[in-house]
């Protein structure tokens, strides 16, 4: 057994046993455990074996559902086309060292902020709302798309590129003839995947930032109305928008293998 192989076990085995000994010795605040248990799988059972509407219609959750996907989609394409153009001198076949470093370096610190973080930061300056749920998500949005589309533009052949600039193309002749040709199927499904992020982020906001949406009838219902059921309905109308999102990303993914 290597060392690597053996690192690996101490450390899921440290991991174990420190989960367990967090088990038992957590501060349950005076709950018992095995009743509140119960009481957890009778709010499940509700949740999603009981939904239904009761305090909103399905026209306004409709709605609402809308105003999540706009925010989503929104956020997505402004960030989308920020990063593209800043990936263009993050990859470093197309730029020089220096600055590819120095736009990694700052991609990587915002990042490393969780996006709830970077809209109240911003909730600071443009007040709760949708405005901050807007930059924060555009902010951290760019921060991912930057590093994805950089590595994507990194791993096409280098001998193209410098075909193109013995024939004398210049620099955005080779950006628009060859880069983004041959990375355009993944392009899309790096923003299709960070918009799924982003609509997944935007339920979030609607209740942590007041942003509206889908995301701000669900913490009325959970922490206002305390009715699980409508909990329960609104989260199967959720899951249901997020696989039409999925089946509609594959199908042009396979248009666009198909095309090229």
Known sequence: M??????????????????IYGFFTFDYK??????????????AKKIFFQPLLSHVTFQGVMYQMFVTLGLGFLTTVIGAVISLFLAFFTARNLSNSGVSNAIRGVTAFIRAVPTVLWVLIFAVAAGLGSVAAV???????????????????E??????????KASGASWWQIIFQAVIPSSISYLISWTFLRFEINFGVAIAMGAAAGAGGIGFDMFYAANFYYDLREVGALTYYILIFAVILEIFAVRLKKNLRIQS
């Open 2 to 19: 290597d060392r690597s192989a053996i690192t690996i076990r101490v450390t899921l085995i440290v991991c174990t046993l420190l989960s």
């Open 30 to 43: 005076g709950i018992d455990f095995f009743p509140a248990l119960g009481e957890t799988l009778v709010n």
């Open 135 to 153: 930059i924060g998500m555009t902010f951290h949005t760019v921060g991912y798309l930057i590093k994805a589309y950089s590595e994507s533009f």
């Open 155 to 164: 791993e096409m052949d280098s001998g193209i590129i410098e075909a193109l």
